[in-house]
């Protein structure tokens, strides 16, 4: 039983499962294993069957992992759910669930819980880094020994315990915030008498230090029955509900104890059977249990009810039971608690009784306690008691209903609402009705969070209403489900504020559920009152979903907006498309009466309305009307295009982007039919030049190079033809040549690409235009010469025009293609003074000499020198030409290849009988594979030898080996042979040379390849061999012979006997080296180690006992190796001779070897081993004697090797005599010597040696020794924190403050024994720290005594030390934390030295909640060093009197011209009515929101506001906004300067009927004399004649005429044609041959000409092409001539104003 989900029983066959959550449903299962235990969390089931080990899910029915343990477990748990814990004989392992990793070794298991011990439980902490292993075993005396060993996972050390059961818990401790892992475990030492009962322990472990002291309590004795003193614990099991334990026993008894306190609460016997297998049940705190004979499963659980009257009545433990009840919560200690409490307010213990009601739970916090506090008067000096009572409830928890009602009665009335705010957000506040009604007055916002938490709908509605709020309103009601009359508040507020009205309906119209209101009767509502914008803004929220059935609501919607005088709202809600169900038409009607042509155009289907709507494109967007034709079809865009292009070329370029765009749907062929029909050539040009480079439509590329054409642009039409890959090629070349252009490069083009160059050679021959040709294969395609001249040889051309072609065309021309050509044609005579011509330039190309090579040959011009000197010829090619004039030729030729012809020069050989020049081709040419091609051919059919390769192989026996002097063609020779697999003539033949006499008999070479070839062939004949010649390798030839391959090695060593005798070899060390490799041969390839030992005592060499050493080495003879290294005097094998020895532990054999080597070496290996030795057989006056003498020995490892292997005396004597005291020390310590481990630690005088001393000291309670040692190790900082640890775990805390009270008084001491000696005060002495905080400041590390300090609480010393170390922002924070500690210079002295600007903003928030009256101070004191936008931020997110509060602070920061600054200050100008400080303020400083504030104040009361209203619209450019303002208000002025300002011609226009409507003459004129520069004059004559002002716009006029008079002179000249040039144009065909030829550059793909908007009307006329400037007209001068006509006019305009304007008035 893991858990208390499962219940697993293992029988013979079956495994039984009982589900404790299913009613106890039994689940058998046909599984045979030894053990099973279900997982604790997961149906995962595990198995253990011998040492395998299985893991199931069982849900998933599938097997997760298995595993097959070294060694039997004796012990397995579930240590979490995703972890088993596996106990052997010798360790413990953890099996991870995840994944598919295998068991874990932890840790081995300690001697006290040795193979002897029956391991009964393993626990593991809830951080996983310790581990706990119990068990039990026979006791003295016939009792039962329990043992325990703690482990450290991350120190991996381990701790024995005496005792028999233990358990990990996690509590939370009062006045601590981190919680306590602790472990709590039995202890009953086997030392301890009898009657001495045992005791529980309870201890923290795993605490990082910094944070202070770990939880330890005393250890308890626990109450055992007299009849029970031989009982045992078998398990302790840890309730984490309510932290206490349970102890139960072999006997049945079961113990509770209070974790907290350690105390045992109860104990009494359950059962008569031993309990052996128990779990915790976390969610009740209860304890499952099973006994063993009867199997019975028992539950135990805390009565909590009974618990307390328990402790009072029964344990007498008053103490206790308070204790217990406040941190359970417990009744039956009322009377206890109030008794305390009248006790502590008795003795004025006013913070001690706050404490007690807090942790009473309920029992104390009633209205009487709170009474009683209030009725406390206060102390001089110190805050109310109630204040105080209820800080320490807000500090451990949250008030209830009637402390939150008595808190904030004195909060409000001292007007510190920010401190319920605070609270509020941190859930300390129980809220209420009442308590909102208390904070109504002074915060609607607060009272309205109140309402909320406590559930009061209706109030919390009102809020809403008077905050302003109406759009929460309906969404809050629906959430609670509240139902009101909404109709009478809608009604109410649509006279009081319709802005809040319309707020309220749209929230209506967004319910939950549907609207609550009817939308047409509320729409209706807002129109009667003459709401239009108001009646706008909420049919477009409510009509937001565009749903079919409020068709009728939107096209009112649009409706009212296009009659009433907002046309530009019904547009702004068409163009967001958001409303779709309108009447389109009605609605499109509308829009053509407003002169919206583009919104009609869009809502007309009939191609007719279309029409006339489109009568008005030129006032259109054109971007607009290309679009438009994409929602036309097909036919209706074709009969609108043409409608649009038979209005004249005004829509001439916007047709042509409609075809650009669309061109795709409407055909090309059908636009082209409209531009042509129209004869709109240049149209027709512009449409296809935009589309021909990504067109691939043959139509639309050919019409364009007939456009072009057509237009003169022969560069376009060259382009097109050049890089163009969709036309028709013959369809083009068939127009240009019907088109006899002047310039045929178009037609050269096509030509080319396509490969018409015969037509095209024939075109320009016949037409005269010889020039054009040498042009095209000179320029443009010179590879395609040949083919030009073919065609001019079939034309009959003149040969001296040919030859000059070729000769201009030079190298460029193919040579292959050309003489194929010539050749056809019976000319290649003709090709020889271009082909010699080619040469004499350094040609090397293969063809060119080929061609001359025939021609030569031909002619008989000596061919065979010309076959033998030249080098460029191709043999391939002249070869085959020679072989029917002349085979000898064909021969020389073959042979100049190099062996590229090999098969050629085989074959003609072959043909002619040529095997005596073929046979010494090939001994000269040394070429295996040409050798393979003729030496290796099959036999024949009736198994005889190929005639062919008979008479080759006689012409070589016998005539071209014979005439050879090269060893290295016969070597080759004889390799060939070899590589045919001829093995009997080449031995024949290698016997004929070397051993019937030649002059390559005693030729090293031949007799290796005779001995080779023996070895491969014929192995028996090898012998024979080896013993008749003696002039060859015999290195390599051994080595072969031992190869794996031949594996030859009696004749392998034969060859090196025969070779190390003195005849053979002179060199004695070679003849060494020879028996060296001799008995090399018997060690590693016969492996006949006698043999080799008799060997090298016939030789008695000292390399070959080396050798022979070596081997009995690796064969782990160590013995025979050392005697016969001792025998080679070679000590090379020294360190491998010593490993042998030690693991063989020869260590007599070993000490005559070391002297031995010792005789030739010093090195420091054979001295420390020798050493090593004399102590291993301890022979200590030998090992004295030796490291008295002069030694290269490492002492210092030896001696640590000694010291390791626990030979502590030799170690003593070696470290004496290298003087280590360190290790000497350690000696003395092993030995217990302490004294003179003290005196050896002097004498090293090194920290480590110290500290290791005086821990042991420490260890054997040498108190005196250990501060002797302390002193002189806490003079080294680093070490400082062992020192303190070691002593705190042995509990000497006394011993360690004086030893650093000792500490204070030596020489050299340092800041870390200050800085420890005073955290020790703070945790044991803490009167002292403010004393040595003051006295040896400036030798502290304040931030360490610090902390200290703070987990101490000892504030006012860590404020001491803050400001004196200048950590200026942690002394600001503890005095905002710390309100006692708080003083306002101080403070702010500090304040404006932090190093973090965080701490200033932090403590602008603590001056507006603790002292308000200061902040303007403090912001004096901060000014520059804060961002002013985060502070006003800060102060609206604290309140409206928070801005009213710090108006003087923003005021001296506004200089900065920072937004929030300028905005909270000018919403405090409009609050107060001050329009003069307003604008000040705008105009001295305007980076805030304009347009926000415009509309703000455009609905103001005050005319002076609502015209600074129009004027920061006037400043932002929003010229009608600003107008209508001014002319709401009519100040006329105002429209006119603005209008001017505008420059827009159409704001002016508006301007002028606005005067014209309401008869302002006078207004009129001034209109007409400020923005004269923007009016049109048709607009002044039309309202002038409309409304009779003739006399008003007369002197407009006449300023007008004389302007446009000035201008059309002055353009007339600038614009006069330039003389045209009379002389006429160079020849056509050298200009083109000047300019580079066609492939002088790549063109690049353009649109086909001069782009859209430089065309004057958008059409260009046909004759661009001509233009001196590349295709533009040159208009550089004109803007430049108008500007200056302009501005020579300006000048006399107003003068002639001003004066026609005097005699009109």
Known sequence: ?????????????????????????????????????????????????????????????????????????????????????????????????????????????????????????????????????????????????????????????????????????????????????????????????????????????????????????????????????????????????????????????????????????????????????????????????????????????????????????????????????????????????????????????????????????????????????????????????????????????????????????????????????????????????????????????????????????????????????????????????????????????LFNNPQGALDLAKGLVNAEGGPLIDIQATAEAFLSSNRVQETTAFLLEALKDNKQEHAYLQTKLLEINLIGGAPQVADAIMQNGILTHYDRAHIGKLCERAGMWQRAAEHYTDINDIKRVFKNSHQMNPEFVVAYFGKLNRDQSIMLLKDMMSRGPNNMQVCVEVAKKYHDELGSEELVKVFESNKATEGLYYYLGAIVNFSEDAFVHFKYIQSACMLGQFKEAERVCRDSNIYVPEEVKEYLKGAKLTDPRPLIHVCDRFDFVDELTEYLYLNSLLQYIEVYVTKVSPTKTPMVVGKLFDLGANEDFVKRILMAVGSACPVDEMVEIAETRNRLRLLQPWLEARVATGSTEPGTHNALGKIYITLNRDPKAFLTNNMFYDPKVLGPFCEALDPSLAFVAYKKGAGECDDQLIAISHTHGLYRDLAKYMVER????????????????????????????????????????????????????????????????????????????????????????????????????????????????????????????????????????????????????????????????????????????????????????????????????????????????????????????????????????????????????????????????????????????????????????????????????????????????????????????????????????????????????????????????????????????????????????????????????????????????????????????SKLNVSKVVRACERARLFKPAVYLYMADKQFDSAVKIMMERAPSWDNDLFLDSAVKVRNSEVMYKAVSFYLTMHPTLFTRMMEVLEDHVDHSRVVNQLRRTGDWALQLGQPYMKSVQKHNLSPVNEALNELYIEDEDYEALRKSIDGFANFNMMALASKLATHELLEFRRISAYVYRCNKKWNQSIELSKGDRMFKDCIDTANESADPETVEKLLRFFCETSEKECFCAALYTCYRHISPDVVLELGWLNGYHNFIMPYFIQTFRRTHLRLKDLETRTAPPEEDENAQNNIAATYGNLGGFGGGVLMLENGGMPMGGIPGGIPGPMVAASPTGGNIDMSGFGVASMCCLSSSLSSERQIYMRSSSRLR
């Open 926 to 1337: 040394q070429d295996l594979d040409l050798w393979a091609k003729v030496l290796n051919k099959e036999d024949g059919e009736d198994g005889k030898e190929d005639p062919q390769r008979r008479l080759l192989i006689d012409q070589i026996v016998e005539w071209a080996l014979p005439e050879s002097n090269s060893a290295d063609e016969v070597s080759c020779t004889v390799k060939a042979f070899m590589a045919a697999d001829l093995p009997g003539e080449l031995i024949t033949l290698l016997e004929r040379i070397i051993l019937q006499g030649s002059d390559f008999s005693d030729n090293k070479n031949l007799q290796n390849l005779l001995i080779l070839t023996a070895i491969r062939a014929d192995a028996s004949r090898v012998s024979t061999y080896i013993d008749q010649l003696d002039n060859f390798d015999a290195k390599d030839i051994a080595l072969i012979c031992v190869s794996e391959s031949h594996m030859l090695y009696e004749e392998g060593y034969s060859i090196y006997v025969k070779f190390a005798k003195p005849e053979f070899t002179q060199d004695k060390e070679e003849q060494v080296e020879m028996q060296v490799s001799a008995i090399g041969v018997l060690v590693d390839f016969m492996k006949d180690l006698d043999r080799a030992k008799t060997y090298a005592t016939q030789v008695d060499e000292k390399p070959v006992w080396s050798k022979l050493g070596k081997a009995q080495l690796e064969e782990k003879l160590a013995a025979d190796a050392i005697e016969s290294f001792i025998n080679a005097e070679d000590p090379s094998e020294y360190v491998l001779v010593c490993s042998e020895a030690t693991e063989a532990e020869i260590w007599n054999e070993l000490i005559p070897f070391l002297e031995m080597a010792r005789k030739t070496l010093q090195e420091n290996v054979l001295d420390t081993e020798l050493i090593y030795s004399f102590a291993k057989t301890n022979k200590l006056t030998e090992l004295e004697k030796f490291i008295s003498g002069p030694n290269v020995a490492n002492i210092q490892t030896i001696g640590d090797r000694c010291f390791a292997e626990g030979l502590y005396q030799a170690a003593k004597l070696l470290f004496i005599n290298i003087n280590n005291n360190s290790k000497l020390a350690l000696c003395h310590i092993h030995l217990e010597e302490y004294r003179e481990a003290v005196a050896a630690a002097g004498k090293a005088n090194n920290v480590s040696t110290w500290k290791q001393v005086c821990f042991a000291c420490l260890r054997a309670e040498e108190f005196r020794l250990a501060a002797q040692c302390g002193l002189e190790v806490i003079k080294y900082p680093d070490h400082l924190d062992e020192i303190v640890t070691y002593y705190s775990d042995l509990g000497h805390f006394t011993h360690l403050i004086s030893l650093f009270e000792q500490g204070l008084g030596l020489e050299d001491a340092h800041i870390g024994i200050f800085t420890e000696l005073g955290i020790l005060y703070t945790k044991h002495v803490p009167e002292k720290v403010m004393e040595h905080c003051k006295v040896f400041f």
């Open 1 to 493: 039983m893991e858990s208390e989900r499962w219940i697993v029983c293992v029988e013979p066959s079956q495994l039984t499962m009982i589900d404790m959550q299913n009613n106890a449903q039994v689940t058998r299962r046909p599984m045979q294993a030894e053990a099973a235990i279900m997982n604790p969390t997961h149906n995962i089931l595990a198995l253990r069957s011998g040492t395998t080990l299985q893991i199931f899910n069982l849900d998933q029915k599938a097997k997760m992992k298995s595993f097959a343990m070294p060694e039997p477990l004796v012990f397995w748990k579930w240590t979490s759910p995703q972890n088993l814990g596996l106990v052997t004989g010798t360790a413990v392992f953890h099996w991870a669930l995840d994944g598919a990793s295998e068991p874990v070794k932890m840790f081995d298991r300690h001697t006290s819980v040795g193979p002897n011990t029956q391991i009964i439980n393993y626990k593991v902490s809830p951080d996983e880094k310790w581990c706990l292993l119990g068990g039990i075993s026979a006791g003295a005396g016939g009792g039962v020994a329990g043992n325990m060993m703690l482990y450290s996972v991350e120190k991996k050390v381990s701790q024995p315990l005496q005792g028999h059961a233990a358990s990990f818990a996690t509590i939370k401790l009062q006045d601590r915030e981190d919680p306590a892992q602790c472990l709590v475990f039995h202890e009953k030492k086997a030392e301890s008498p009898p009657q001495e009962p045992p005791k529980l322990f309870v201890m923290e472990v795993g605490r990082d230090p910094t944070k202070g002291a770990p939880f330890r309590l005393p250890p308890t004795s626990i109450p055992v029955p007299a009849d029970a003193q031989a009982d045992f614990p078998v398990s302790l099991v840890v309730d984490a509900k309510d932290d206490l334990a349970f102890l139960l026993t072999k006997m049945g008894y079961v113990y509770m104890f209070d974790i907290h306190t350690g105390k045992t609460l109860y104990r009494a016997k359950i059962t008569q059977d031993t309990v052996f297998c128990t779990c915790p049940q976390d969610s009740t705190g209860a304890v499952f249990g099973i006994t063993v004979r009867r199997g019975q499963l028992f539950r135990l659980q805390l009565n909590g009810q009974s618990l307390v009257p328990y402790i009072v009545s029964t344990l007498r433990d008053n103490d206790l039971a308070i204790k217990v009840a406040g941190r359970l919560n417990l009744p039956g200690a009322e009377n206890l608690y109030a008794a305390e409490f009248e006790r502590l307010i008795s003795s004025h213990q006013v913070i001690e009784a706050a404490k007690l009601v807090a942790r009473s739970g309920t029992i104390l916090r009633t209205p009487a306690i709170i009474a009683r506090f209030q009725q406390i008067p206060a102390e001089p000096g110190s805050p109310q008691p109630v204040f105080q009572y209820f800080s320490h409830l807000l500090e451990t928890g949250r008030l209830n209903e009637q402390e939150s009602i008595e808190l904030a009665k004195p909060v409000l009335q001292q007007g510190r609402p920010q401190l319920m705010e605070k609270w509020l957000k941190d859930d300390k506040l129980q809220c209420s009705e009442t308590l909102g009604d208390l904070v109504m007055p002074s915060d609607t916002g607060m009272a309205l969070s109140i309402y909320l938490r406590a559930e009061c709908h209706e109030k919390a509605i009102n809020c809403f209403v008077q905050r302003g709020e109406y759009d929460k309103i309906v969404p809050y009601s629906t959430s609670v489900g509240f139902k009101m009359d909404y109709s009478s508040m809608l009604s109410q507020l």
